[in-house]
Structure formats: C-alpha cells, structure tokens
C-alpha cells in the first residue's frame, strides 16, 4: 500500500527528518485557514498516490490566505493520471539551495536493498537516469548492517551529495525498516538557503504482509480506486488499478499479466485489469465491464479470453448479455481464443455493436485497443 505524502510527512517527522510545516485540507475554506496559521503564504499540494504533481499542476505557490483559497479549489477534484485530489497539503514554502534524489528499495532479484541517490533531484528521475546514468548512484545495502552513519557517508559520496545529509540518510533507513517499508523515496530532499536538511516530498510503500500492524493508516484510505477494488471484491473479481489508459479484462492471472506486457509492447499503458477468473458469465461480464468503465481513464477496454473450462461461447453470451445492461461509453475490443472460439466469435459477429470489434490474436487485438486509447 502506498502512502499519502502527508502521511509520508508524519512518519519522517517522527523519526526526526525535518519537513516543512504544513496541515492537511479537505475544502477550499480549511486550506485558507490553514494558510492564515502558518503565516499567509504558503504552497498547495494535491494529495494523491502518484508521482509528477507538480508538472500536473497540482503543486501551487498561494502568496496569502485569499489566494491559498482559489488554488485550493483548483486543485481539489482535480485528476491527476486517474486519480481525484480529495484533500490538499498546506505547507510552509521552502527557500531552496539544491534538490536531491535518494530513495531505498527492496531490490528483490539481488537479495538486498538498494539506495539509489543522485545530486539531481527534484525533476523526473528516470529521465536523469535514462540521459544520464552516471549521475545516478545506486548502492547496494545489506539486510543485516542496514545504513549506518559510515554507509549514509559512502551513499551521499557516491551521489554526490553533501555530507550533511548522511544523518538524513540514516533515518529515512529507519523509516524503511522500522515502519515495515518497501520503499521510501525523497525527491526532492533539499538543501536550504539556511543550510537545512528537508525532505520536501515523501513516497513511502508499506509492505501489505505487514499490515495487521500498519493498521492506522487503513482509516483515512479514500481513494476512488480503492472504492472500485472494494466493489471489485464484492462481486469476487480481482481488480487492480493502474495508471495508464487501456482498461483489460481477462481470464486466470498469467495470461491477464502478459496482458498487460503485451498491452504495454504496442505503445500503450494499462488502466488496470480486472481478472474473471474462470467464470465468465453475464453477470460477471457485467459487474466487470462497469468497474473498467467507471475508471474515467479509461479510454479503450481490451477483453482477452483463452477459452477453457469457460467456452468463448458462454464468454461471448456474456459479453452480449452484459450490454444489455452496461452502457458501453469506450471501445472494446475483444480476442477470443481456444475452446469454442469460433462459436464465440461467430455470436459477437451476430450482434453486432458499435463500439465492439474483434481480434483473432492476442497481439493485433492489443495494437487496436493500444491505438484506440493511444488516437482520442
Ligand atoms: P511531485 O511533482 O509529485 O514530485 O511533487 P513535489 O512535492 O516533488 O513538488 C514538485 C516540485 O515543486 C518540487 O520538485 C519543488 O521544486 C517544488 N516545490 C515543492 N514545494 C516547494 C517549496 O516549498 N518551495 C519551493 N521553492 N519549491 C517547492
Ligand atoms: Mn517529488
């Protein structure tokens, strides 16, 4: 589970990290409040679980509490890669020196840990690390020694970072271990013009296997998407959102996986997907259909079904049936193969809908689906 960077803020806070001043607000005349209490100017940051707010527009400089007002109500509601702003951070402005990268991560391949840090922070890291790999460090720790203060001097070191930040280094390790994360990422962590160490953004992934003793951060999980898995997991379907704009269904967990590779080979990126599993009635197809659709990015939905246990005619019934009683708003496309596959197409081809169109394969009917989302 991902945190909230507000909730990231209070756990560095805890463990000693310094972080600008700053308060949570759900409505445009909570962050005016918030503004007058932390001195009138002051920057708003949309609350949500996904990078590249600010290039969003959904990190603003206010200069007094009126203003922290009107961006407040620009931001909130605001979408930002699928996911709704409900609540903004009111914090402090920050004078900056320089801005930093660093993050710890399960390397789970290697065994270990990794801490990767580099001394260009605050803009998009994996373009610093594709154009320019040098600039980025990337540290192997071990489990069992963790980030002394030695470790926290070689990292920034190898960075590139002043050594002032190796006591900073040392706790966000802290955080990691001790709050049960598998990732804890600071972009940017900067340098003042007063000479402070602050993390003025936090990524924190918990470890769901750890969650029976994470349990305060359950309470305040909003989020739309986590509405739609829920309502996914009432109705027995395996849903999980992602960020891209290709909604997929499909059958079994591997072929829904590859999937998503081969979704992600033609250019596109998925939404999320929703696993059926192996029954592929109406109603499934119905319960399913409307969690893809109810995603608003969302712009093209991709079925892949290999027919098994489940005959492509009894999924093919399905998808009929279901649109019925879903109003399909975005184009599906539908690859039907194995058991009774021809049936299966053959009912579809009978019923023609709009909206709906077929592929024989699994790679043509991902390059449509991937154009489909790709071209509106
Ligand atoms: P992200 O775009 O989702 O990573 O959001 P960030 O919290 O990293 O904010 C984006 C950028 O806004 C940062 O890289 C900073 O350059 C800038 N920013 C955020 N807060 C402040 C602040 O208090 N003062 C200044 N000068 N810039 C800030
Ligand atoms: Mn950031």
Redesign the pocket.
């Known amino acids: 589970m991902d945190l909230f960077?507000h909730q990231a803020r209070q756990l560095f806070e805890e463990h000693g990290i310094l972080v600008?001043r700053a308060e949570v607000a759900r409505t445009a005349k909570e962050a005016r409040a918030c503004a007058e209490r932390l001195g009138g100017r002051v920057?708003i940051?949309a609350q949500v679980k996904t990078?590249?707010?600010?290039?969003a527009g959904?990190?603003k400089?206010a200069a007094d509490p009126a203003a922290a007002e009107i961006t407040a109500r620009q931001i909130l509601g605001m979408d930002i890669k699928g996911h709704t702003t409900r609540a903004v951070m009111v914090?402090?402005?920050?004078?900056?020196d320089a801005?930093f990268y660093v993050s710890y991560v399960l390397d789970r391949a290697a065994g270990c840990f990794l801490a990767i840090a580099s001394a260009e922070g605050?803009?998009d890291i994996e373009a610093v690390a594709a154009s320019r790999p040098e600039a980025v460090a990337r540290i192997p720790i071990a489990p069992e020694g963790g980030v002394t203060r030695a470790t926290a001097l070689d990292i920034a070191a190898a960075a590139g970072l002043p050594a002032e930040t190796a006591d900073t280094l040392v706790r966000l390790w802290h955080v990691l271990i001790r709050e049960d994360a598998l990732l804890v990422e600071v972009?940017?962590l900067v340098r003042t013009t007063q000479g402070e160490i602050l993390a003025?953004?936090g990524k924190v992934t918990l470890d769901d296997n750890a969650r029976f003793r994470q349990e305060r951060w359950g309470t305040d999980q909003e989020a739309h998407e986590q509405e739609l898995e829920a309502a996914a997991a009432a109705k027995g379907l395996n849903y999980v959102k992602l960020d891209g704009e290709v909604g997929v269904i499909g059958n079994g967990a591997g072929l829904v996986m590859s999937t998503l590779d081969v979704v992600a080979g033609c250019g596109a990126r998925p939404a999320n997907f929703l696993d059926i599993g192996g029954g592929a009635s109406a109603e499934v197809m119905a319960d399913g259909l409307t969690v893809i659709l109810s995603d608003p990015s969302v712009r093209s939905v991709f079925v892949n079904v290999f027919g098994g246990i489940t005959a492509c005619d009894a999924v093919a019934d399905g998808i009929v049936s279901a649109l019925k009683s879903v109003t399909l708003t975005k184009p599906l496309v539908v690859r039907l193969d194995g058991n009774n596959a021809a049936r299966g197409r053959a009912i579809l081809d009978g019923r023609a809908h709009p909206l709906v169109q077929q592929a024989t394969t699994m790679d043509g009917a991902a390059r449509r689906a991937a154009d489909l989302a790709n071209a509106r």
């Open positions: 960077e600008p920057v940051k990078g590249g707010r600010g290039k959904g990190v400089l914090a402090q402005p920050v004078a900056i801005e605050g803009m972009n940017p003025l953004d």
